[in-house]
C-alpha cells in the first residue's frame, strides 16, 4: 500500500456525529464531520504539493489582478473610511491591510479579473478562488500554522466541488461563481476554527443561504459586477462561519433546500459525502495560462497546433477564415463582438483574433485596448459549430478541432481532446512558475516574486506569506 492510501485509511467520518436530523440530512452530516475531523495526518503527500501549487498560482492570479482599475479604486475608497481598519492583508502592492471582511472580498474580486485563475471541470468552476481568499484573511489574523492552513484548505476545496457536482448542472442562466463555492469557504474557516461537527454543520448550511444568483450574461455582456461574485461568496462564508459560533441556527436539510433554485435537476445529496477520503478533488484540478474562459481552451490549443502545420507564420491579415468545431456549451461563446475585457474572454471569436493578433493569450491579449477594431474585423471570420462526436464527450472531455484557411487557398486542421492545464495535459512547475512571475513581478519585483513563489508552494503559514507581499515587514508584526 503506498503513502497516499494508507492515508486515504484514515479519513472515514465519523458516525457518531450522525445522530439526528432526516434521512436526506445524512450527507450533509457526513460531510460536516469529515470535514471536522479532517487532520494532517489523512491528508495525503501528493494532495499537500499540490495545495502549495494551487495556492501558489491563486496568489499570483489574486496580485496580479489587484491593478484592475475598477478593484484599485474600490480599495481606495475602503481605505479611506477611518473605520476600515483591521490585520488581514490585502494582496496588491503597497496596499496595507484591511478587515478580514474587505481584505476576503478585495482578495477574491481581484482573483477573478484576469480569468486565470484554477478551475475543477467536474464542478464547472473555480473552487479555490472561493475558498482562498477568506481562509487567508482568517489564518492570518489567527496566526494560524502551517498545518492549520493547509488543512482547511483541504477541507474548503473538497467540500466546494462536492457542493457543486450535487447541484449540476446549474439551471439555465446561472453562472457558477457565487453559487455552490461559499459552502466551501464556510467549510475551511470552520475548519480553522476548529468547530466540531454539529457548529460546522450549521455553518455549512447558513453559507448555502447565501448562494447568489449570479447570472452567466454578466461574463457575456461584459458586466464586471460579474467579478466580485467570488468576493460576495468568500465574505458571505466568513459571516455564515461567525453566525454558527454565535449560535444562530440553520435550516434543515439547508445545503438542499437553499441551492435546490439554483440546480437545473434538483440536488443530488449523495454527492456531498461522496467519497470522502477515498477521492481527493483536489488532484483533478487545472491550471490556466489562456486568460479567458475555460470554455476557449481548446479551441486555442487547438489553434496553436494547427498554425504550428503551416510554413512561416502567417500574418494575421492572411487569414481568410476559421472554424472552430466543439462542444456545445463553448460554442455558445460565438459573439464576434465582445464589448470590454471581460466580453473578450468568453468570446471563442475574439479569443482565436486575439491569438492570431497579438501572437498571446495571456493578460495583455484580453484588455480594453485589445478590443481594437482590427481584431474585432478578424473576429467576425472565425465560425463557432457545435460538433456532434466532440460534445458527447463533456464533460469528460472537453475538445476542440480548429481549421484555419489563408487568402492563398493554404489550410490546416488540428484538433485537441482536452485543454492543457488538466490532469490529461497537466503544465509543468516551471511553467506555473513562469504565469506567476509575470504577474507577480511588476507588482512586488523579481526578488521578493522568487521568495514568495518559494513559500507558498510549501506552503508557508499565512502570516508569512502576507509579509512578503507587504514587504519590509516582519511577520509577526
Given at each position: 500500500?503506498?503513502?497516499?492510501?494508507?492515508?486515504?485509511?484514515?479519513?472515514?467520518?465519523?458516525?457518531?456525529?450522525?445522530?439526528?436530523?432526516?434521512?436526506d440530512e445524512e450527507h450533509t452530516h457526513r460531510l460536516a464531520a469529515w470535514v471536522a475531523e479532517l487532520d494532517s495526518e489523512t491528508v495525503p503527500p501528493s494532495v499537500e504539493d499540490r495545495v502549495g501549487l494551487v495556492v501558489a498560482d491563486t496568489l499570483g492570479v489574486v496580485?496580479?489582478?489587484?491593478?484592475?482599475?475598477?478593484?484599485?479604486?474600490?480599495?481606495?475608497?475602503?481605505?479611506?473610511?477611518?473605520?476600515?481598519?483591521?490585520?488581514?492583508?490585502?494582496?496588491?502592492?503597497?496596499?496595507?491591510?484591511?478587515?478580514?471582511?474587505?481584505?476576503?472580498?478585495?482578495?477574491?474580486?481581484?482573483?477573478?479579473?484576469?480569468?486565470?485563475?484554477?478551475?475543477?471541470?467536474?464542478?464547472?468552476?473555480?473552487?479555490?478562488?472561493?475558498?482562498?481568499?477568506?481562509?487567508l484573511a482568517e489564518a492570518e489574523t489567527r496566526y494560524a500554522d502551517r498545518e492549520a492552513f493547509l488543512v482547511a484548505f483541504v477541507a474548503g476545496y473538497e467540500t466546494a466541488v462536492r457542493v457543486a457536482e450535487a447541484v449540476q448542472p446549474l439551471?439555465?442562466?446561472?453562472?457558477?461563481?457565487?453559487?455552490?463555492?461559499?459552502?466551501?469557504?464556510?467549510?475551511?474557516?470552520?475548519?480553522?476554527?476548529?468547530y466540531d461537527a454539529t457548529t460546522t454543520r450549521t455553518a455549512l448550511s447558513i453559507a448555502a443561504n447565501y448562494a447568489?444568483?449570479?447570472?452567466?450574461?454578466?461574463?457575456?455582456?461584459?458586466?464586471?459586477?460579474?467579478?466580485?461574485?467570488?468576493?460576495?461568496?468568500?465574505?458571505?462564508?466568513l459571516i455564515a462561519a461567525d453566525q454558527a459560533r454565535a449560535g444562530?441556527?440553520?435550516?434543515?436539510?439547508g445545503i438542499a433546500a437553499h441551492l435546490?433554485?439554483?440546480?437545473?435537476?434538483?440536488?443530488?445529496?449523495?454527492?456531498?459525502?461522496?467519497?470522502?477520503?477515498?477521492?481527493?478533488?483536489?488532484?483533478?484540478?487545472?491550471?490556466?495560462?489562456?486568460?479567458a474562459c475555460r470554455y476557449t481552451h481548446a479551441t486555442l490549443d487547438a489553434l496553436a497546433a494547427a498554425l504550428?502545420?503551416?510554413?512561416?507564420?502567417?500574418?494575421?491579415?492572411?487569414?481568410?477564415?476559421?472554424?472552430?468545431?466543439?462542444?456545445?456549451?463553448?460554442?455558445?461563446?460565438?459573439?464576434?463582438h465582445p464589448r470590454n475585457a471581460l466580453a473578450a474572454k468568453f468570446s471563442v471569436p475574439f479569443a482565436v483574433a486575439t491569438a492570431l493578433r497579438t501572437g498571446s493569450t495571456g493578460a495583455e491579449a484580453f484588455t480594453n485596448d485589445a478590443v481594437a477594431p482590427e481584431t474585432l474585423a478578424l473576429a467576425e471570420r472565425v465560425a463557432v459549430r457545435v460538433e456532434d462526436e466532440i460534445d458527447a464527450r463533456a464533460p469528460d472531455e472537453r475538445g476542440a478541432r480548429v481549421t484555419v484557411t489563408l487568402a492563398n487557398g493554404t489550410e490546416a486542421s488540428a484538433a485537441v481532446r482536452h485543454a492543457r492545464g488538466g490532469e490529461a495535459d497537466p503544465f509543468e512547475p516551471s511553467e506555473l512558475r513562469a504565469k506567476f512571475e509575470s504577474l507577480v513581478g511588476p507588482a512586488i519585483g523579481s526578488e521578493r516574486t522568487d521568495r514568495l513563489w518559494t513559500a507558498a508552494r510549501d506552503p508557508a503559514p499565512p502570516r508569512v506569506l502576507c509579509a512578503m507581499v507587504r514587504g519590509g515587514e516582519h511577520p509577526d508584526r
Open positions: 500500500m503506498n503513502d497516499d492510501a494508507r492515508h486515504a485509511e484514515r479519513t472515514r467520518p465519523n458516525d457518531r456525529e450522525m445522530d439526528h436530523g432526516t434521512a496580485i496580479g489582478g489587484a491593478s484592475d482599475d475598477a478593484v484599485a479604486r474600490l480599495r481606495e475608497a475602503w481605505r479611506e473610511r477611518a473605520d476600515d481598519t483591521g490585520d488581514a492583508t490585502i494582496l496588491a502592492a503597497d496596499a496595507g491591510r484591511a478587515s478580514r471582511h474587505h481584505a476576503a472580498f478585495l482578495n477574491a474580486t481581484s482573483g477573478t479579473v484576469l480569468e486565470l485563475d484554477e478551475g475543477h471541470r467536474f464542478a464547472a468552476g473555480h473552487p479555490a478562488i472561493h475558498v482562498l481568499p477568506a481562509l439551471a439555465e442562466g446561472y453562472h457558477p461563481h457565487g453559487v455552490w463555492g461559499v459552502v466551501g469557504g464556510a467549510a475551511a474557516v470552520s475548519r480553522l476554527r476548529g447568489q444568483h449570479t447570472r452567466f450574461a454578466a461574463a457575456t455582456a461584459g458586466a464586471t459586477v460579474r467579478n466580485s461574485y467570488a468576493g460576495m461568496s468568500n465574505l458571505a462564508s444562530f441556527t440553520e435550516l434543515d436539510d435546490a433554485s439554483a440546480s437545473a435537476a434538483g440536488v443530488v445529496r449523495e454527492r456531498l459525502a461522496a467519497d470522502l477520503g477515498d477521492r481527493w478533488t483536489l488532484s483533478e484540478g487545472y491550471f490556466k495560462t489562456h486568460a504550428d502545420g503551416i510554413d512561416g507564420e502567417p500574418a494575421a491579415e492572411e487569414v481568410e477564415e476559421v472554424i472552430v468545431e466543439t462542444y456545445a456549451a463553448a460554442a455558445k461563446l460565438d459573439d464576434p
